[in-house]
């Protein structure tokens, strides 16, 4: 699908890729990783032809469709749904003809809407949407009411909705809760074409892509499988790598040696010739760079509080002259808790962070805190409140005010900020290096409670390992909002949902949240699902216990539903025959635009009927499993 032959590009003083080449497969789902920095954005720009390679080739079929997601939708005064509808031109273009076409055209306009299925794009849209944390409501408001955040969400949405053949994600879950993120993963894994993804994301990686495309020193590497799979093939390369230089340095020490011996001797010039000629014609093998990643810092309390460290009986909170967002909390916190928070954008999961901080009050209720416990806050909107003028150095110098320029300076260089970089400004900081510096700044006086909100938005892979490590080691508790789901499975040991306008334990573990969410979002695309600004979703209870149903009436049930999807296919199939024919609309239009009206109801029927049979063979399934 996509060939890069040779491709060699410099700018901004550096080499990016050197002579690097690559093929990929036809719909391959493949992972582009690789250090912040090294060039992956720089790649799909070369993609687009957005930046122009200085040698090589970057290649795909001329009627390939490319599409990527690289900035917001903009504000316009087209309603969410039309606005990604709008995104399969071909679509839009066909249902533009029909209001002008000849009739003698009419009937090849319907015959290729039937057949690229336009009838179930709107269902389909929506579906979609759903999945991203849009509302049944939001689908008819225009898109200047959506925040920039939700109109990046739009614009992924139409990107999925288009199909096109090539499709090149930049980070996507980076502006996605959680709950975005589970669905993007189950989505990319069914994406009927090629994609290319960045991202530092393990599990949609691991579980959604099957090649991992590696950047480094200017070259790319495709490996396949997931990203487990790369690291276990990367170090089995680098093992035979390393073995490999350590036999031709012995072979070339022997060579040496000899030559050195015998050089002199008139009886052994020939051979000691001979061996120089070998010496030359050796392949040089470098040595396995490793790549180091700096620890983060995260200092246990000194003195453990006793417990607990935080109570809430009947608590509500929310903000000042506004009705409270969360209600009737009911928890206790321990120093040796870890807890992960979940539920979608607008739950109230912020808001609770900001309770437990202390920069929100109990509005109702009694919260509990020991007085002395420290707590360390991190939020990703503190990345973007740095003053971009001010330097790491400035920044350390304020929150060590009684230290010597020498701690000061070995405090920033264990945060992983050398000397080369404790002068340099914010604003020519990565978004990682940031990261970096504040969530280490929270934890420096050792708090009791580390509250980390989406701590891993501008870290890659490496970063987020080491991120991890230091967690574990950490001694105090720790709530944690992420949507990276690694993180949230390998540090979290209990999971709380926020959900109907509350905060209460959730009785399962990621995967069973992982099913809860995909089963919400294709429920939700049939009527009206969660709302946004702080808004709960209408949140089930993830084990329910079903009644049994006696097996007679199931079986009666699903044999029903199933006749019921015959006849309704049978009804569109021949609606569709009908609908092919030239002459019904060269003759009769009227005649034309009611069987195109039959149609689109027929297909609504039928979606209605597929439905009803999965459900009935579902619980037919599920009654005789239980007999």
């Known amino acids: 699908m996509l060939q890069i032959h040779d491709l060699t590009f410099d700018s901004w003083g550096r080499r990016f890729f050197d002579h690097a080449s690559v093929s990929l497969p036809v719909g391959a789902k493949v992972g582009l990783v690789g250090r912040n920095g090294v060039g992956k954005s720089t790649l799909f720009k070369l993609i687009l032809g957005q930046l122009h390679a200085g040698d090589g080739e970057v290649g795909y079929p001329k009627t390939a469709r490319v599409a990527s997601v690289d900035q917001e939708h903009p504000a316009t005064p087209v309603t969410l749904l039309d606005t990604v509808l709008e995104a399969d031109l071909e679509r839009h273009d066909l249902m533009g003809q029909l209001d002008t076409a000849d009739p003698e055209h009419l009937g090849e306009i319907y015959a290729r809407l039937a057949e690229i299925g336009a009838d179930r794009a709107p269902s389909r849209a929506a579906e979609i949407l759903s999945g991203l944390g849009f509302s049944?409501?939001?689908?008819?408001?225009?898109?200047?009411?959506?925040?920039?955040?939700?109109?990046?969400?739009?614009?992924?949405?139409?990107?999925?909705?288009?199909?096109?053949?090539?499709?090149?994600?930049?980070?996507?879950?980076?502006?996605?809760?959680?709950?975005?993120?589970?669905?993007?993963?189950?989505?990319?894994?069914?994406?009927?074409?090629?994609?290319?993804?960045?991202?530092?994301?393990?599990?949609?990686?691991?579980?959604?892509?099957?090649?991992?495309?590696?950047?480094?020193?200017?070259?790319?590497?495709?490996?396949?499988?997931?990203?487990?799979?790369?690291?276990?093939?990367?170090?089995?390369?680098?093992?035979?790598?390393?073995?490999?230089?350590?036999?031709?340095?012995?072979?070339?020490?022997?060579?040496q040696a000899f030559v050195d011996r015998f050089r002199a001797k008139a009886s052994k010039a020939t051979q000691a010739q001979s061996r120089l000629k070998m010496l030359a014609k050796l392949p040089p093998v470098s040595a396995v760079a490793a790549e180091h990643v700096a620890p983060f810092t995260l200092p246990s309390p000194a003195r453990p509080l006793a417990p607990p460290l935080i109570r809430l009986e009947g608590v509500a909170t929310g903000y000042e002259n506004a009705k409270p967002i969360l209600r009737h909390m009911n928890l206790r916190l321990d120093l040796d808790d870890r807890i992960g928070l979940l539920g979608v954008n607008g739950a109230g999961k912020s808001t609770f962070a900001k309770l437990i901080a202390g920069a929100l009050e109990a509005q109702a209720g009694e919260l509990h805190r020991d007085r002395r416990m420290k707590v360390g806050w991190f939020h990703q909107h503190q990345i973007e409140a740095l003053d971009p003028k001010d330097t790491p150095l400035?920044?350390?110098?304020?929150?060590?005010?009684?230290?010597?320029?020498?701690?000061?300076?070995?405090?920033?260089?264990?945060?992983?900020?050398?000397?080369?970089?404790?002068?340099?400004?914010?604003?020519?900081?990565?978004?990682?290096?940031?990261?970096?510096?504040?969530?280490?700044?929270?934890?420096?006086?050792?708090?009791?409670?580390?509250?980390?909100?989406?701590?891993?938005?501008?870290?890659?892979?490496?970063?987020?390992?080491?991120?991890?490590?230091?967690?574990?080691?950490?001694?105090?508790?720790?709530?944690?909002?992420?949507?990276?789901?690694?993180?949230?499975?390998?540090?979290?040991?209990?999971?709380?949902?926020?959900?109907?306008?509350?905060?209460?334990?959730?009785?399962?573990?990621?995967?069973?949240?992982?099913?809860?969410?995909?089963?919400?979002?294709?429920?939700?695309?049939?009527?009206?699902?969660?709302?946004?600004?702080?808004?709960?979703?209408?949140a089930p209870k993830p084990m329910i216990q079903k009644t049994k149903v006696p097996t007679g009436t199931a079986r009666r049930r699903a044999e029903q539903a199933e006749a019921a999807l015959a006849r309704a296919t049978e009804a569109v199939s021949k609606l569709?025959?009908?609908?092919?024919?030239?002459?019904?609309?060269?003759?009769?239009?009227?005649?034309?635009?009611?069987?195109?009206?039959?149609?689109?109801?027929?297909?609504?029927?039928?979606e209605a009927a597929e439905a009803e049979w999965l459900e009935a063979v579902e619980a037919y399934e599920a009654v005789k499993g239980e007999g």
């Open 136 to 255: 049944h409501g939001d689908l008819a408001r225009p898109m200047a009411e959506f925040s920039g955040g939700w109109r990046m969400r739009v614009a992924l949405a139409a990107a999925l909705f288009a199909e096109p053949d090539l499709l090149l994600l930049d980070e996507p879950t980076n502006y996605l809760d959680l709950e975005g993120a589970l669905w993007l993963e189950a989505r990319l894994k069914k994406y009927p074409n090629t994609a290319v993804i960045i991202s530092h994301d393990r599990e949609i990686l691991n579980n959604s892509c099957d090649h991992i495309l590696h950047l480094h020193d200017g070259k790319l590497d495709l490996y396949t499988g997931g990203y487990d799979s790369f690291e276990n093939q990367r170090a089995e390369r680098a093992r035979l790598q390393e073995a490999n230089r350590a036999k031709v340095d012995a072979q070339r020490a022997h060579l």
């Open 576 to 606: 569709d025959e009908a609908l092919t024919d030239p002459e019904v609309f060269a003759k009769n239009p009227g005649k034309a635009a009611y069987l195109g009206k039959q149609r689109t109801e027929a297909q609504a029927k039928l």
């Open 394 to 538: 400035e920044i350390i110098r304020r929150a060590m005010p009684e230290s010597t320029e020498a701690s000061r300076r070995s405090r920033l260089a264990q945060f992983g900020l050398g000397a080369h970089k404790v002068e340099t400004t914010v604003a020519n900081l990565s978004g990682g290096e940031r990261a970096r510096l504040l969530l280490n700044l929270v934890a420096m006086e050792a708090p009791h409670l580390l509250i980390l909100d989406e701590p891993t938005n501008h870290l890659d892979i490496d970063s987020r390992r080491a991120l991890l490590d230091a967690l574990n080691e950490y001694e105090g508790a720790v709530i944690l909002i992420t949507h990276d789901r690694s993180l949230m499975e390998l540090v979290a040991d209990r999971l709380w949902l926020a959900a109907d306008g509350g905060i209460a334990p959730f009785d399962g573990d990621m995967d069973d949240y992982s099913k809860f969410v995909i089963e919400r979002a294709r429920q939700a695309a049939k009527g009206p699902t969660q709302v946004r600004e702080e808004a709960p979703p209408p």
